[in-house]
Nanobody, 125 residues
Framework: QVQLVESGGGLVQAGGSLRLSCAAS????????MGWFRQAPGKEREFVAT????????SYADSVKGRFTISRDNAKNTVYLEMNDLKPEDTAVYYC??????????????????WGQGTQVTVSS
């Protein structure tokens, strides 16, 4: 069993920055592809970003490209989401996800088999 423990959520003003962290335990971290998803009230879960096992390949949703950066530190078993120029529409519960699968489309929720508890990010205007 693996656990994903998130931290870093909170309340920020529009235009501000925030960094989320997700620490994994229970399995060799480098075995996981990692992703971030978010879900706003009344909306479906939305892909945000993903990073491959090596950390050398990343993908982003169009809505966050140029503002968010996903990275990982395999030595620390941690994945990060650096969020800059935050906008009110970024307000959501952010979920860390891990995957042992090999899939063609890492933007889909079904590509991941482990999930964190979620952390609230609120951006005020």
């Amino acid at each position: 069993q693996v656990q994903l423990v998130e931290s870093g959520g909170g309340l920020v003003q529009a235009g501000g920055s925030l960094r989320l962290s997700c620490a994994a335990s229970g399995r060799t971290f480098s075995s996981f592809a990692m992703g971030w998803f978010r879900q706003a009230p009344g909306k479906e879960r939305e892909f945000v970003a993903t990073v491959r096992r090596s950390g050398g390949s990343t993908s982003y949703a169009d809505s966050v490209k140029g503002r968010f950066t996903i990275s990982r530190d395999n030595a620390k078993n941690t994945v990060y989401l650096e969020m800059n120029d935050l906008k009110p529409e970024d307000t959501a519960v952010y979920y860390c996800a891990a995957s042992t699968y090999n899939v063609a489309d890492w933007s889909k929720a079904y590509a991941y088999n482990y999930w964190g508890q979620g952390t609230q990010v609120t951006v005020s205007s």
